[in-house]
């Protein structure tokens, strides 16, 4: 090979990014195109009902469609956003309240004992037994919404960071100690960057619980959300409609995860690849 | 995925019962005796309530194992025939509008009722609402999907009101009542054993589906069949036509008795279920042949328009994908059991 093919080789390769470049993304893409295909295959030999499973091009077409049209009044970008900012707004609140919790609870057992009973009660409670008490108590609105969704991220935050916190190695502590770190040192130097990727990884995981939430919070009296059009379409048979929602929900959530590493990266640089 | 794994032992059922009965001689098929079957009711005041209580379904199938399910309202239970969960079922016009236009394998078979003041809608008194005119800027719920929320829209539409100038907002009957009580809305159009609830708390009726109906646009709730189970035992959704008319019967010829029933079956007081009773139509399964409402196999009757008439309400609603003709509708109207219970 000569220099300058070398050099085309490595010009080609900086315009692909450096995951795509991995073997395991060849993998995963395997996936992805065989279910693909399986789906294509399904549907257009009519193994599946039209009613049930429609095929690819429809589902392309229903997102078109409400993505110009609108679907009830709104269009798709619309009801994402409405959607994305209810998890946001619910989810950064459950980290200003579940992580400094998690710190608490993790470094002092007193509060560890106070608090406990109250998380470990109500975390198993399916969302939706939930549902119908915060709508009772604080209405059809936007509020029993984040109501909820913050319910349904507060617990992996606070169990994760209390891990974190415990798992911190206690001779960072003691030499912190040693060295006359004022509790504020050890708060901000200690004990956040040593637990960060630990409450990192709960983070992502919460945000992934919250997400699953989002139907049943925008089921009550809610006009848009990209929940709420799942829902509804459901009502009607619009199945096409229903897996689009789906599809544009799943793509999302990744997004957001993605961009929950790369946040994570920028603030703890020392953190460790945490894997996909 | 339950849908799924239903479906594939559903099939590799179906194949190992068609198997044995290649491999048995011929006269099984006329035994064919479904060993339970699923019904499923709507949470609204009419007899079947009484045909459940009186166990006449049972009466009229020994040895089958009969299923009452409550469903809340008819989306639920168009996910629930979706889903093949039910062999029996119950639907207002516009979740059958909608079924029937996307094709499930339902037969309608007889009328289950007719809706008159049993679904209502009602105002805050506090609210000053006299015509739909004031509804704008308010708040106004209904169970999307269902006969209120297509008798709101239709009746906005008739007085040139934009549904847009208020809220509407999905709420099921049960969350209706407890917003209501919370003070979250000012109007709602929807039905009973929860529509009462509202109007004690300080809510008036204004306007019922009753009063629609003499408008032109009646509602009601028909019974269905899954196609396969009819297929399959003929005789016994006949069987079943047969209890359900028992129960009409009893509701119209009782009706003391079978207030007493509602009042246990849905936890009222007596006094309660017997105005409730009084807000739903039952047709006797004789009349229910006639032109208004089934018709006969030779002629379909009423449904069949009013079936025509929702499913164009919902397409311009853009809820519906497109409208069939009314020949479509018709055949999914099957009175033949219905014929045959009453000769």
Same mark, same amino acid.
């Not at chain 1, 509060?111 to 604080?138: D, H, K, S």
């Not at chain 2, 079947?48 to 009466?59: M, S, W």
């Not at chain 2, 929702?310 to 519906?320: D, E, G, Y």
């Given at each position: 090979? &000569?220099?300058?093919?070398?050099?085309?080789?490595?010009?080609?390769?900086?315009?692909?990014?450096?995951?795509?470049?991995?073997?395991?993304?060849?993998? &995963?893409?395997?996936?992805?195109?065989?279910?693909?295909?399986?789906?294509?295959?399904?549907?257009?030999?009519?193994?599946?009902?039209?009613?049930?499973?429609?095929?690819?091009?429809?589902?392309?077409?229903?997102?078109?469609?409400?993505?110009?049209?609108?679907?009830?009044?709104?269009?798709?970008?619309?009801?994402?956003?409405?959607?994305?900012?209810?998890?946001?707004?619910?989810?950064?609140?459950?980290?200003?309240?579940?992580?400094?919790?998690?710190?608490?609870?993790?470094?002092?057992?007193?509060?560890?004992?106070?608090?406990?009973?109250?998380?470990?009660?109500?975390?198993?409670?399916?969302?939706?037994?939930?549902?119908?008490?915060?709508?009772?108590?604080?209405?059809?609105?936007?509020? &029993?919404?984040?109501?909820?969704?913050?319910?349904?991220?507060?617990?992996?935050?606070?169990?994760?960071?209390?891990?974190?916190?415990?798992?911190?190695?206690?001779?960072?502590?003691?030499?912190?100690?040693?060295?006359?770190?004022?509790?504020?040192?050890?708060?901000?130097?200690?004990?956040?960057?040593?637990?960060?990727?630990?409450?990192?990884?709960?983070?992502?995981?919460?945000?992934?619980?919250?997400?699953?939430?989002?139907?049943?919070?925008?089921?009550?009296?809610? &006009?848009?959300?990209?929940?709420?059009?799942?829902?509804?379409?459901?009502?009607?048979?619009?199945?096409?409609?229903?897996?689009?929602?789906?599809?544009?929900?799943?793509?999302?959530?990744?997004?957001?995860?993605?961009?929950?590493?790369?946040?994570?990266?920028?603030?703890?640089?020392?953190?460790?690849?945490?894997?996909? | 995925?339950?849908?799924?794994?239903?479906?594939?032992?559903?099939?590799?059922?179906?194949?190992?019962?068609?198997?044995?009965?290649?491999?048995?001689?011929?006269?099984?098929?006329?035994?064919?005796?479904?060993?339970?079957?699923?019904?499923?009711?709507?949470?609204?005041?009419?007899?079947?309530?009484?045909?459940?209580?009186?166990?006449?379904? @049972?009466?009229?199938?020994?040895?089958?194992?009969?299923?009452?399910?409550?469903?809340?309202?008819?989306?639920?239970?168009?996910?629930?025939?979706?889903?093949? @969960?039910?062999?029996?079922?119950?639907?207002?016009?516009?979740?059958?509008?909608?079924?029937?236009?996307?094709?499930?394998?339902?037969?309608?078979?007889?009328?289950?009722?007719?809706?008159?003041?049993?679904?209502?809608?009602?105002?805050?008194?506090?609210?000053?609402?006299?015509?739909?005119?004031?509804?704008?800027?308010?708040?106004?719920?209904?169970?999307?999907?269902?006969?209120?929320?297509?008798?709101?829209?239709?009746?906005?539409?008739?007085?040139?009101?934009?549904?847009?100038?208020?809220?509407?907002?999905?709420?099921?009957?049960?969350?209706?009542?407890?917003?209501?009580?919370?003070?979250?809305?000012?109007?709602?159009?929807?039905?009973?054993?929860?529509?009462?609830?509202?109007?004690?708390?300080?809510?008036?009726?204004?306007?019922?589906?009753?009063?629609?109906?003499?408008?032109?646009?009646?509602?009601?709730?028909?019974?269905?069949?899954?196609?396969?189970?009819?297929?399959?035992?003929?005789?016994?959704?006949?069987?079943?036509?047969?209890?359900?008319?028992?129960?009409?019967?009893?509701?119209?010829?009782?009706?003391?008795?079978?207030?007493?029933?509602?009042?246990?079956?849905?936890?009222?007081?007596?006094?309660?279920?017997?105005?409730?009773?009084?807000?739903?139509?039952?047709?006797?399964?004789?009349?229910?042949?006639?032109?208004?409402?089934?018709?006969?196999?030779?002629?379909?009757?009423?449904?069949?328009?009013?079936?025509?008439?929702?499913?164009?309400?919902?397409?311009? @609603?853009?809820?519906?994908?497109? @409208?069939?003709?009314?020949?479509?509708?018709?055949?999914?109207?099957?009175?033949?059991?219905?014929?045959?219970?009453?000769?």
């Amino acid at each position: 090979m &000569s220099n300058n093919q070398i050099k085309n080789k490595r010009n080609i390769k900086r315009f692909i990014p450096p995951f795509m470049r991995k073997k395991t993304f060849a993998y &995963s893409m395997l996936t992805v195109n065989i279910l693909f295909i399986t789906w294509v295959v399904v549907t257009e030999t009519g193994l599946a009902d039209e009613l049930f499973l429609p095929g690819p091009l429809k589902i392309w077409q229903s997102f078109i469609e409400v993505s110009t049209e609108g679907y009830q009044g709104n269009t798709l970008f619309v009801h994402v956003f409405t959607s994305v900012n209810r998890i946001l707004a619910a989810f950064i609140m459950a980290c200003f309240i579940g992580i400094p919790m998690g710190v608490l609870m993790g470094a002092s057992k007193i509060a560890r004992a106070l608090l406990n009973p109250l998380i470990e009660f109500y975390r198993p409670l399916p969302p939706l037994g939930l549902y119908t008490l915060l709508v009772m108590w604080l209405g059809i609105g936007e509020e &029993s919404k984040l109501a909820l969704l913050f319910l349904a991220a507060l617990p992996g935050l606070i169990i994760a960071t209390i891990q974190a916190v415990q798992n911190i190695d206690p001779v960072y502590l003691r030499v912190a100690k040693g060295l006359g770190a004022s509790k504020k040192t050890i708060l901000f130097n200690v004990y956040l960057p040593a637990a960060g990727p630990t409450i990192l990884a709960g983070m992502r995981i919460s945000l992934g619980f919250t997400y699953t939430v989002l139907v049943a919070a925008e089921i009550v009296a809610a &006009s848009a959300g990209i929940g709420w059009m799942i829902w509804d379409a459901a009502k009607f048979l619009l199945s096409d409609v229903v897996i689009m929602g789906l599809i544009v929900l799943g793509l999302t959530g990744i997004g957001l995860d993605i961009f929950m590493r790369f946040i994570g990266r920028i603030l703890m640089p020392w953190t460790r690849y945490l894997g996909p | 995925m339950k849908n799924i794994l239903n479906k594939v032992s559903k099939t590799l059922f179906g194949s190992l019962s068609a198997m044995t009965l290649l491999m048995m001689t011929f006269p099984i098929e006329a035994f064919a005796k479904p060993k339970k079957i699923t019904v499923g009711y709507l949470n609204l005041v009419n007899a079947q309530l009484v045909t459940k209580n009186l166990g006449l379904i @049972q009466k009229e199938m020994p040895g089958v194992e009969v299923e009452h399910i409550k469903v809340g309202g008819g989306g639920d239970m168009l996910r629930a025939i979706a889903a093949k @969960q039910v062999d029996f079922g119950g639907l207002g016009n516009p979740p059958t509008a909608i079924g029937v236009t996307r094709k499930l394998p339902i037969d309608g078979i007889m009328v289950l009722n007719m809706l008159d003041f049993v679904e209502a809608m009602v105002v805050r008194t506090d609210a000053n609402i006299k015509s739909f005119k004031d509804l704008k800027g308010k708040t106004v719920a209904a169970p999307f999907g269902s006969t209120t929320h297509y008798l709101l829209l239709q009746a906005l539409a008739d007085e040139g009101i934009d549904p847009s100038s208020m809220t509407i907002l999905d709420l099921r009957p049960n969350d209706i009542a407890a917003a209501w009580a919370r003070g979250d809305l000012d109007a709602a159009w929807f039905w009973e054993p929860n529509l009462d609830k509202a109007v004690k708390r300080g809510g008036n009726i204004f306007m019922t589906s009753g009063i629609m109906e003499k408008r032109g646009y009646p509602t009601w709730d028909v019974g269905v069949v899954m196609k396969s189970f009819a297929k399959k035992y003929p005789e016994y959704v006949e069987k079943f036509v047969k209890a359900e008319c028992a129960g009409i019967d009893f509701w119209i010829n009782n009706p003391a008795k079978t207030a007493k029933i509602i009042a246990e079956e849905l936890s009222l007081d007596l006094e309660d279920a017997t105005r409730m009773m009084k807000g739903t139509e039952m047709v006797p399964c004789k009349k229910q042949l006639t032109s208004q409402y089934m018709g006969t196999s030779d002629d379909i009757g009423g449904f069949a328009d009013t079936l025509v008439k929702t499913s164009k309400f919902l397409v311009s @609603q853009k809820r519906l994908p497109k @409208q069939l003709k009314r020949k479509d509708y018709e055949k999914f109207l099957d009175p033949s059991y219905l014929e045959k219970v009453v000769d």
